[in-house]
T-cell receptor, first 116, second 110 residues
Framework: DTGVSQDPRHKITKRGQNVTFRCDPI?????LYWYRQTLGQGPEFLTY????????KSRLLSDRFSAERPKGSFSTLEIQRTEQGDSAMYLC??????????????FGAGSRLTVL | QKEVEQNSGPLSVPEGAIASLNCTYSDRGSQSFFWYRQYSGKSPELIMS????GDKEDGRFTAQLNKASQYVSLLIRDSQPSDSATYLCAVNAAGTALIFGKGTTLSVSS
């Protein structure tokens, strides 16, 4: 169990550029979640997958955001045409299948995005 | 919209005292309740989960749930300076993603 891995840990980009983050969950976890967190706020839900299926997406999520989990293993989160308001920590989490454990999230270290 | 409310603090307690952290939630269908701890610059880590009304104890931590009042709390006994962190309350209903509160910052002074 190597934990949840996220890459890159820090990304600095100019407004208008596209960025992509990758998340590798714990191997036996079938659920994968993306959250965004800004300073002084709790994690804000973006989307989650069960295996390769995207089951829920926040209504607050702009069309510029897209997430994939093509083979039910790693996931990518892409932000197109970045804006300064996208600057945040992007957290990935995963959880085990089934029952109450499906709701126990293990977080990665996060990918910090700075949009200049 | 589902909401989870917490007092942002800071909550300051002396070492050895009991820290009491509170959380209310809006969705009556909520079934799972969690407390996560987040140190500055780190990711959230789970410290307690509770699923039924009443108290659940784990070491110095006690989670309390009252579904009728839509209220969940966390008590930390014998608070230590190492407990200084932000405590996040998180709630979800079956089949939905976990929704977090803004967190309460706890400061334990030695």
């Amino acid at each position: 169990d190597t934990g949840v891995s996220q890459d890159p840990r820090h990304k600095i980009t100019k407004r208008g550029q596209n960025v992509t983050f990758r998340c590798d969950p714990i191997s036996e976890h079938n659920r994968l979640y993306w959250y965004r967190q800004t300073l002084g706020q709790g994690p804000e839900f973006l989307t989650y997958f069960q295996n390769e299926a995207q089951l829920e997406k926040s209504r607050l999520l702009s069309d510029r955001f897209s997430a994939e989990r093509p083979k039910g293993s790693f996931s990518t989160l892409e932000i197109q045409r970045t804006e300064q308001g996208d600057s945040a920590m992007y957290l990935c989490a995963s959880s085990r299948p089934g029952g109450a454990r499906a709701n126990v999230l293990t977080f990665g270290a996060g990918s910090r995005l700075t949009v200049l | 919209q589902k909401e989870v409310e917490q007092n942002s603090g800071p909550l300051s307690v002396p070492e050895g005292a009991i820290a009491s952290l509170n959380c209310t939630y809006s969705d009556r269908g909520s079934q799972s309740f969690f407390w996560y701890r987040q140190y500055s610059g780190k990711s959230p880590e789970l410290i307690m989960s509770i699923y039924s009304n009443g108290d659940k104890e784990d070491g110095r931590f006690t989670a309390q749930l009252n579904k009728a009042s839509q209220y969940v709390s966390l008590l930390i006994r014998d608070s230590q300076p190492s407990d200084s962190a932000t405590y996040l309350c998180a709630v979800n209903a079956a089949g939905t993603a976990l929704i977090f509160g803004k967190g309460t910052t706890l400061s334990v002074s030695s």
